[in-house]
């Protein structure tokens, strides 16, 4: 009995392994028989066709924009440094950060009293010198009568002693009349060295009190430098910032306070690469003047400036390969502020034959898909001029002339993948579920 059920058991498990089997090779033939005629019904089966957007090459003159970055800064910038050491008296109420201050404003005074004092004793100084110097002229004055009187009276005594002599001659005079009037001749004429004398030396005493009040006169001047010195102003008129000072804190000599920066001098300092800088001079073209646009994003909007490039850098900073070039902005815009990181868009020279296309058309293997006559894609390599946000300049060849390039590359696409443009109008979707149900009741 146990044998009869085992061999019973066998019968059914073989029995059932052949259905299985049987049924298996009906699946593979009726999925070979769908796949020779077409799909259930005898419908024939489409290759599917991908929809993408498609740009049509088209050349022209291309003018593109380098957008880089770069830093506003001010072209006048004064730093307001202490001239003397001491106590700070008087603080500007404009001088806090951001304030105003007109040219020639007194911005900050330090303690005069020493300086003052040292002033007033110049003064005096001064004063006692010319004194002195008017006091040597009347001397010389004094001793230039004397010695004129002196000369005077030589005369009058030589002219005696001439009588004398001449009367001695005629044997009229006596000796000793003769000799008492040259002797009176030679005291005379002492004397007028004598007054000669005097005179020289107060012409001396003159030159001495001129050069004493010279010496006051250099005194005072570095007097009235150094009072002057106590008080800073402004050399512009501009903004303040950095400001370093209060009212009654001490300061030493050539310690910084502030500094003033003019509002209306700004340009921007804008780093290029080599590859950047020699696009802006190649062949004719000229740096200075080139116009570009001074674009500040924020969440206030887009502020916008128009300026031109102003000058190069003379020298490459340390550790930087390119060129850095200024811009300076066409008119004052108080929205600026030095400081500010902003875009500036540079208009490059011309591109002839040349199409703009999104960056996203270009593969990473530097080429295009372009779409045939059959629909199918095709790979082209093109080169790329310049790269400008999200879109690239490209060279456009003579095979390239009017083709259309698929405007974003997807990874199911390559070549030889039928595609349809999404401009095109769709095949009616009413037809379409129309012939489905058709296929659907004859295979029913």
Do not use: K
Request: charged share 20%.
């Amino acid at each position: 009995m146990r044998f009869l059920l085992r061999s019973l058991g066998g019968l059914f498990i073989t029995a059932v392994t052949i259905g299985l089997l049987f049924l298996a090779a009906f699946q593979i033939w009726a999925a070979l028989e769908q796949a020779r005629t077409g799909g259930p019904g005898g419908r024939p089966m489409q290759e599917q066709a991908f929809t993408v957007q498609l740009v049509t090459l088209t050349p022209a003159t291309v003018h593109p924009v380098m957008q880089v970055f770069g830093t506003v800064e001010s072209r006048r910038r004064l730093e307001l440094r202490a001239g003397a050491s001491g106590r700070i008296t008087f603080l500007s109420p404009d001088l806090h950060e951001g304030g105003l201050v007109a040219a020639g404003q007194r911005l900050v005074q330090t303690d005069p009293s020493a300086a003052q004092a040292a002033l007033d004793t110049g003064l005096a100084a001064q004063a006692e010198a010319q004194a002195a110097l008017e006091d040597a002229r009347r001397d010389v004055l004094i001793a230039t009568d004397d010695l004129a009187a002196a000369r005077i009276q030589a005369e009058l005594r030589r002219a005696a002693f001439d009588r004398q002599r001449s009367l001695a001659d005629r044997g009229l005079g006596t000796s000793t009349d003769r000799e008492t009037a040259e002797l009176a001749a030679s005291g005379a004429e002492q004397a007028v060295l004598s007054r000669q004398s005097a005179l020289a030396n107060a012409q001396s005493a003159v030159s001495t009190a001129e050069l004493a009040v010279r010496r006051n006169q250099i005194d005072l001047t570095e007097a009235r430098r150094t009072l002057d010195l106590t008080e800073v102003r402004a050399s512009f008129a501009g903004r303040v910032t950095d400001v370093a000072v209060v009212e009654g804190g001490l300061v030493s000599q050539n310690e910084q306070l502030a500094q003033i920066l003019d509002p209306d001098a700004l340009e921007v300092q804008i780093p290029l690469s080599l590859q950047q800088y020699s696009r802006l001079v190649v062949g004719d073209a000229v740096l200075v003047g080139t116009p570009v646009r001074i674009v500040l994003d924020g969440s206030a909007g887009r502020i916008a400036v128009d300026a031109h490039l102003d000058r190069a850098a003379a020298s490459v900073a340390e550790g930087a390969a390119g060129r850095t070039v200024f811009a300076r902005l066409d008119q004052p815009d108080p929205r600026l502020r030095p400081g500010d990181f902003v875009t500036v868009e540079i208009d490059e020279p011309p591109l002839a034959n040349a199409a703009v296309i999104p960056a996203a058309a270009v593969g990473a293997d530097g080429a295009v898909l372009v779409v045939g006559a059959d629909d199918r894609l095709g790979a082209y390599p093109v080169s790329v001029l310049r790269r400008q946000g999200d879109d690239v300049v490209i060279a456009v060849s003579a095979e390239l002339v009017g083709a259309r390039i698929v405007a974003e590359r997807a990874p199911q696409l390559g070549t030889g993948i039928l595609v349809r443009d999404a401009a095109a109008p769709q095949p009616d979707q009413g037809a379409s579920q129309q012939a489905l149900r058709q296929g659907a009741q004859a295979d029913g």
